[in-house]
């Protein structure tokens, strides 16, 4: 179950990944949607650390 939660963290950096390509492409001609853009990929990498830490304190408490 730890290595499907693992993958699932690294989704995270994927749709983050995304989010920043799309606030790049569309930056000159919508700037405001690619500021939505980049509050989502500050959430995805937020998202990321976070489920990461969590995963790591199960584990040390399932030892």
């Known amino acids: 179950m ?4 693992r993958y699932f963290e690294y989704a995270y950096l994927a749709f983050a990944a995304f989010f920043l390509y799309e ?3 569309i930056w000159s001609t919508e700037r405001d949607r690619a500021y939505l853009f980049l509050f989502f ?5 937020f998202m990321f650390f976070f489920k ?12």
Do not use: G, H, Q, Y
């Open 2 to 5: 730890s290595r499907f939660f």
């Open 23 to 25: 606030a790049i492409r």
């Open 41 to 45: 990929v500050a959430i995805a990498v």
């Open 52 to 63: 990461r830490r969590f995963r790591r304190k199960l584990e040390d408490r399932n030892k």
